[in-house]
């Protein structure tokens, strides 16, 4: 290091799968976490084959180069704040989960990647519980969309009222916070909930983006959470920042064409500069 260097960037980790065609998993991830001006780092879980038409196919990185990856970033570079997305098996889990533990990672947002488009589990039922277990407890947010919340509540959400006893339900299971995702809900509006542990619920409405581009949406919530915690918001101002970054993506991405299926958001509508914190 020279002697001139007085700064660093918000370090923001991504642990997560890799999208072939860009939309989602850590692809989007970076994308997202460079344009809120914060520096991206990942950890690849599993390899997909995949474009705006669907998955191919999915090859597991080897568990010890998944924590060689972690420790790698860890220990030379340090982290501020981490996103989880996709873990599809259960050693993947308490890979992930051991890592958190022994670097003592916090600021944790986990996206539960559980369901595909096509609505096809993406993780098995001892995954689930393991990722229940061992993960909840170690994230600051989980942010499962409504078929993933229905999977983990045990029934089918059909409005908010549900959203909100499922969300009771996986703060019960050992979550800190929850936020539900109502994009699926049929409507105009879309409505979001993030419930945290002794606080009253937050519900979050806005008109539905009309749209064909929505790939990656998820994951690009989550991330841009995670980078809003790593800039120093609160978990309620990250989340709302958030959403109106993922907003302004959908509207920007909106009327462009990438691929035949469900395309990409334009997740640098509003690129900010990287920013710049003193060193300790």
């Known amino acids: 290091m020279t002697r001139t260097?007085?700064?660093?960037?918000?370090?923001?980790?991504?642990?997560a799968g890799s999208d072939s065609g860009g939309g989602a998993g850590i692809q989007a991830d970076l994308k997202t976490i460079g344009a809120l001006g914060c520096f991206g780092m990942t950890a690849i879980t599993a390899l997909t084959a995949q474009n705006t038409l669907g998955v191919r196919a999915i090859?597991?990185?080897?568990?010890?180069?998944l924590t060689d990856q972690i420790d790698a970033v860890v220990e030379d570079i340090g982290v501020d704040a981490v996103k989880i997305g996709m873990l599809h098996s259960a050693d993947t889990v308490r890979t992930v989960a051991g890592a958190l533990v022994r670097h003592g990672l916090g600021k944790v947002v986990l996206d539960p990647v559980m369901i595909a488009t096509s609505g096809?589990?993406?993780?098995?039922?001892?995954?689930?519980?393991?990722?229940?277990?061992?993960?909840f407890p170690l994230a600051v947010l989980v942010t499962p969309n409504l078929d993933e919340a229905a999977l983990l509540a045990g029934h089918p959400l059909q409005g908010e009222a549900d959203m909100e006893a499922a969300a009771r339900?996986?703060?019960e299971r050992g979550a800190d916070a929850v936020l539900v995702k109502g994009g699926h809900l049929a409507g105009d509006t879309v409505s979001d909930l993030l419930l945290a542990r002794g606080a009253p619920p937050l519900w979050m409405r806005a008109p539905r983006i009309a749209s064909g581009n929505t790939h990656g949406t998820g994951c690009t919530l989550s991330s841009a959470i995670a980078s809003h915690l790593a800039l120093g918001a609160d978990l309620g101002e990250a989340v709302q920042r958030a959403r109106t970054f993922v907003r302004g993506a959908l509207?920007?991405?909106?009327?462009?064409?990438?691929?035949?299926?469900?395309?990409?958001?334009?997740?640098?509508?509003?690129?900010?500069?990287?920013?710049?914190?003193?060193?300790?």
């Open 5 to 15: 260097a007085a700064f660093r960037y918000p370090r923001v980790l991504s642990i």
């Open 59 to 65: 090859h597991a990185v080897p568990l010890q180069m």
């Open 120 to 135: 096809a589990k993406l993780i098995d039922d001892a995954a689930i519980e393991v990722l229940v277990r061992e993960l």
């Open 169 to 171: 339900q996986l703060l």
């Open 251 to 280: 509207e920007a991405g909106a009327r462009v064409r990438t691929g035949a299926g469900s395309g990409p958001l334009n997740h640098g509508w509003a690129p900010q500069p990287m920013r710049l914190e003193p060193l300790p």
